[in-house]
């Protein structure tokens, strides 16, 4: 409101009873499927200590579980291992992520604001409204401007403050790990593709021009049997070329670095395997297995362990801004004061406030006498509404259960006509669920021919994406699993 004609501003800020104390300890957390990573890490004297480094594994998955329990369940961890901090900052699951990038065309940056809007109506495959939206934006050498719109359902971020309520932990951030393990803003990020090992996939980021140019996540890259845990490297070093297919030429171009984050044997097995397959790019390939001793600008541990919750912790005691934060920003009750009475209108508010109670009171008194006459006229209609309502209970039970539509011949047509007529692919079971989540396994003569059978598939306007799951078996008989869920309204339907 500050600028308006006949507009008084308080700034609030400059009061020295207002102002925060400095942190002096952060607990970082990691949320990676089932598993928990976190560590408290505080700053005594200006230099950072690590303390209280933990893993465990939740039962309660925090989606779909009370968020009393999951709460009760962290809190019940972190006791046992005796961490009493309770600001917390919170890296979400890659997973929960979507992700869309635009070029921003000459025009005033007041407008830039309204531009991004409509893109991620237009780039998101929902409604942006059900999203919490973060912005990362970059500049290339040759002048032109590019952001990155990343969104994360409003669903989950609010069953995830409900859970670290229970847990008796107070958020100050929720972040991406990858993008603390690669932070955009520095200079030596530029044009640095970072490949972050999680519990069941690979994370995908690419930093160019100050700014996250592509963030990704590459699922099938881990293939879990039991304990043991196999990194994919063809897969990998493949999603790596076509995301980089994907960009701009002055970005691609630009990107000559792969570093990867992860366990120190996994990150170096998936290094070796991908290393001669990125050659032909002019790729770089290295695993980071240490902090840079100014990469925080403070003294930092030594031989401290790069993990991304580490990165998220000291990002926030340094003051180092993070490329996303999803959480919801909090509007404080002198922020609310501020609002209130920042227009010098004061007296005029005053002035009317006996008028506006009065009038509420005769509406409360209008409503009043509506009730009782409404209720009146319940009581006399009460007992045929009641006999209606037990005719159309028993309606209801004994009409035909069987569903007169054909969404399942159609479900099971479009899928045949995605498989090739050569039978390359051949399916051994289908199962539809509900009809509308369908999961297809089968074996196929090759590779090749099964990511040709997803991709017809994702043309079908009513399928807006195909979840291959991981292969086993070699070549002809490679052996497949996948699923959708089927849309009537299309791609494009909230």
Not at 60 to 66: A, R, S, V, Y
Not at 130 to 143: D, E, I, K, N, Y
Not at 299 to 323: I, N, Y
Not at 425 to 441: G, M
Request: charged share 20%.
């Amino acid at each position: 409101m500050a600028g308006g004609k006949g507009y008084a501003m308080i700034n609030l800020p400059k009061l020295d009873f207002l102002k925060r104390q400095r942190l002096t300890g952060m607990l970082g957390l990691v949320l990676d499927g089932s598993r928990l990573d976190g560590l408290v890490l505080r700053r005594p004297n200006g230099a950072l200590e690590i303390q209280h480094p933990f893993s465990v594994s939740l039962s309660l998955d925090p989606l779909t579980n009370d968020p009393e329990l999951v709460g009760r369940e962290i809190r019940n961890h972190l006791d046992a291992l005796e961490v009493r901090e309770h600001n917390c900052v919170v890296g979400l699951p890659l997973k929960w992520v979507l992700a869309t990038h635009t070029e921003i065309p000459q025009m005033p940056e007041a407008d830039v604001a309204n531009f991004l809007q409509i893109e991620a109506e237009r780039g998101f495959p929902c409604d942006a409204q059900t999203l919490q939206v973060a912005t990362s934006r970059c500049h290339s050498a040759a002048g032109k401007d590019y952001a990155m719109l990343v969104g994360i359902p409003r669903t989950h971020v609010a069953v995830l403050e409900k859970v670290l309520k229970a847990a008796k932990l107070k958020p100050s951030a929720f972040a991406l790990g990858i993008a603390a393990l690669q932070p955009a803003g520095v200079d030596s990020s530029n044009g640095v593709l970072a490949l972050a090992i999680g519990e069941s996939h690979v994370g995908l980021q690419i930093t160019f021009g100050g700014g996250v140019i592509a963030l990704r996540t590459l699922e099938g890259a881990i293939e879990t049997e039991g304990s043991f845990r196999q990194l994919k490297g063809d897969l990998v070093a493949r999603e790596v070329r076509i995301t980089l297919g994907q960009l701009p030429d002055e970005v691609r171009a630009a990107v000559r670095r792969v570093r990867i984050f992860g366990p120190r044997d996994l990150a170096r097995q998936l290094a070796d395997e991908i290393e001669l397959r990125l050659e032909p790019m002019n790729l770089q390939v290295e695993v980071v297995t240490a902090y840079a001793a100014d990469e925080f600008g403070v003294q930092f541990p030594k031989d401290a362990a790069v993990s991304p919750a580490l990165s998220l912790a000291a990002e926030r005691l340094t003051g180092r801004c993070g490329a996303f934060d999803f959480l919801p920003p909090k509007v404080t009750a002198w922020q609310q004061m501020a609002a209130r009475y920042s227009s010098g209108k004061l007296r005029a508010i005053l002035t009317v406030a006996g008028s506006v109670a009065l009038l509420v009171g005769l509406l409360f008194s209008v409503q009043q006498f509506q009730l009782w006459r409404l209720g009146a006229q319940w009581s006399k209609m009460k007992p045929a509404v009641l006999q209606l309502e037990g005719i159309e209970a028993s309606i209801k039970q004994y009409r035909p259960w069987f569903d007169d539509t054909i969404r399942g011949l159609t479900i099971l047509r479009r899928l045949t006509e995605a498989f090739p007529e050569d039978g390359s692919v051949t399916a051994k079971t289908i199962e539809i669920r509900d009809f509308n989540t369908v999961v297809c396994s089968g074996t196929s003569r090759n590779y090749q021919a099964l990511l040709k059978t997803v991709e017809r598939l994702r043309t079908v306007p009513q399928i807006p994406d195909v979840n291959l799951g991981a292969t086993r078996g070699q070549p002809p008989a490679l052996q497949f699993t996948f699923s959708f869920v089927w849309n009537e309204g299309g791609k494009n339907a909230n």
